[in-house]
């Protein structure tokens, strides 16, 4: 137990303060007799935090939906590291990740990117490591490319719950500074619908206390398709949806949220885990 006093406060700009939601679903899913994914670590730093999340509302669907996004994005990882052991993984938008942790194999060099106030926090929860970089940067710049090319590869670029926070020409331009950099790698990301983007305010989520912030999602996507219109160096390998998840998880989420799944299939598209292969050019 970690006394009140010792806790860590968090005080950070309201985007980065979003990493919170997926921590404590994390953190939470330990409880689970079955968890989708095992994450003690993710536990022990939220105890680490002077921060209460209310699980009401529409917290229980999100800590099943972002249990399940932490795992599908882990089981690409995986993939990826058993076709290159020695590879380099970059999660930007790390917040608080524990992936590094979860399935580290021993050979894998990882980057954590992240804006500096945030990373800041990082460091004082989560111990360095030889095989782990942090690097205080935003998505947008170019430093933290010419630190990862110092590394070497082959890449593979983990961008988790971040992109929908972004409108459709800063997406694009993330897109194409990717692919112009790390042709022949591959990248993962999830996106959100309409529906979901009109009925959640994450802003609300993380500062229900002091009123709304007006963060709200921007970036939403109906056809897996679009991803490869916005960039046609960007080409799909594998598409996560809720409903294929194995019974005993999807039944997780209550009768309601099955119901409103199947309602956005219908207008809005599914809530997606993606990962693309960034090549130069179609393959045959
Ligand atoms: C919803 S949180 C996701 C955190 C983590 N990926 C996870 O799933 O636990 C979004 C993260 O993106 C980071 N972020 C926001 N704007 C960013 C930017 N321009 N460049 C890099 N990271 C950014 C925030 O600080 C925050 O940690």
């Given at each position: 137990?970690v006394?009140?006093?010792?806790?860590?406060?968090?005080?950070?700009?309201?985007?980065?303060?979003?990493?919170?939601?997926?921590?404590?679903?994390?953190?939470?899913e330990q409880?689970q007799?079955?968890?989708?994914?095992?994450?003690?670590m993710?536990?022990?730093?939220?105890?680490?935090?002077?921060?209460?999340i209310?699980?009401?509302?529409?917290?229980?669907?999100l800590?099943?939906?972002?249990?399940?996004?932490?795992?599908?994005?882990?089981?690409?990882?995986?993939?990826?590291?058993g076709?290159?052991?020695?590879?380099?993984?970059?999660?930007?938008?790390?917040?608080?990740?524990?992936?590094?942790?979860?399935?580290?194999?021993?050979?894998?060099?990882?980057v954590?990117?992240?804006?500096p106030?945030?990373?800041?926090?990082?460091?004082?929860?989560?111990?360095?490591?030889?095989?782990?970089?942090?690097?205080?940067?935003?998505?947008?710049?170019?430093?933290?490319?010419?630190?990862?090319?110092?590394?070497g590869?082959?890449?593979?670029i983990?961008?988790?719950?971040?992109?929908?926070?972004?409108?459709?020409?800063?997406?694009?331009?993330?897109f194409?500074?990717?692919?112009?950099?790390?042709?022949?790698?591959?990248?993962?990301?999830?996106?959100?619908?309409?529906?979901?983007?009109?009925?959640?305010?994450?802003g609300?989520?993380?500062?229900?206390?002091?009123?709304e912030?007006g963060?709200?999602?921007?970036?939403?996507?109906?056809q897996?398709?679009?991803?490869?219109?916005?960039?046609?160096?960007?080409?799909?390998?594998?598409?996560?949806?809720?409903?294929?998840?194995?019974?005993?998880?999807?039944?997780?989420?209550?009768?309601?949220?099955?119901?409103?799944?199947?309602?956005?299939?219908?207008?809005?598209?599914?809530?997606?885990?993606n990962?693309?292969?960034i090549?130069?050019?179609?393959?045959?």
């Amino acid at each position: 137990m970690v006394a009140e006093g010792d806790k860590e406060k968090v005080s950070l700009g309201t985007i980065q303060e979003t990493m919170i939601v997926p921590l404590w679903a994390r953190a939470i899913e330990q409880q689970q007799e079955e968890p989708i994914l095992r994450d003690r670590m993710s536990a022990a730093i939220m105890e680490r935090l002077d921060y209460h999340i209310e699980p009401k509302g529409v917290m229980p669907y999100l800590q099943v939906r972002l249990s399940v996004r932490g795992r599908l994005l882990d089981d690409f990882v995986l993939e990826f590291l058993g076709e290159h052991p020695r590879g380099c993984v970059i999660e930007i938008g790390c917040g608080l990740s524990t992936r590094f942790h979860r399935i580290d194999n021993g050979e894998v060099n990882w980057v954590c990117v992240d804006l500096p106030d945030l990373m800041q926090l990082r460091e004082k929860l989560i111990d360095p490591h030889e095989r782990l970089t942090n690097i205080k940067d935003s998505i947008f710049e170019h430093g933290w490319i010419d630190q990862v090319k110092k590394i070497g590869g082959p890449y593979m670029i983990v961008i988790e719950g971040l992109l929908p926070y972004f409108d459709k020409n800063q997406v694009t331009r993330i897109f194409k500074t990717v692919s112009d950099e790390f042709d022949g790698s591959r990248i993962a990301f999830d996106t959100q619908t309409e529906l979901y983007r009109k009925l959640v305010k994450p802003g609300k989520l993380i500062t229900a206390e002091d009123g709304e912030s007006g963060l709200s999602f921007k970036w939403t996507v109906k056809q897996i398709e679009e991803i490869e219109q916005m960039e046609g160096r960007l080409h799909l390998r594998d598409t996560r949806t809720l409903p294929e998840l194995p019974k005993k998880q999807y039944h997780r989420l209550t009768f309601k949220t099955r119901l409103l799944e199947t309602a956005s299939c219908l207008f809005w598209g599914r809530y997606r885990v993606n990962v693309f292969d960034i090549l130069g050019f179609k393959s045959p």
